[in-house]
């Protein structure tokens, strides 16, 4: 059985940093594209970032571009968001997920399989 584990969240001010990170067991996916998503109270879960199983192309959310990066380590079978210059609007909780293809995409029913959270907090 696949399982996404995230880690890595907290309560932070604006402006600072904080590193999540998504740990895979029961699958290597060195060659799944993965994603980050968030969902805030009230609203639906949005796309964050993205990066193709190879690593060579990522994408971003136009409101976490420069500020957000996507990374994986395949060898450690984890995925990485590093978030700098935090805004109260990116408080939400942070989903992990990754998909059975390579290709990397923005949309959630393309992926496959998901974490269970990390909540992020940012105050003002």
């Known amino acids: 059985q696949v399982q996404l584990v995230e880690s890595g969240g907290g309560l932070v001010q604006a402006g600072d940093s904080l590193r999540l990170s998504c740990a895979a067991s029961?699958?290597?996916?060195?060659?799944?594209?993965k994603a980050w998503f968030r969902q805030a109270p009230g609203k639906e879960r949005e796309f964050v970032a993205a990066i193709s199983g190879n690593g060579a192309n990522t994408d971003y959310a136009d409101s976490v571009k420069g500020r957000f990066t996507i990374s994986a380590d395949n060898a450690k079978n984890t995925v990485y968001l590093q978030m700098n210059s935090l805004k109260p609007e990116d408080t939400a909780v942070y989903y992990c997920?990754?998909?059975?293809?390579?290709?990397?995409?923005?949309?959630?029913?393309?992926?496959?399989?998901w974490g269970q959270g990390t909540q992020v907090t940012v105050s003002s």
């Open positions: 997920a990754a998909r059975w293809n390579y290709r990397a995409t923005a949309g959630k029913l393309d992926y496959d399989y």
């Open positions: 029961g699958r290597t996916f060195s060659s799944d594209a």
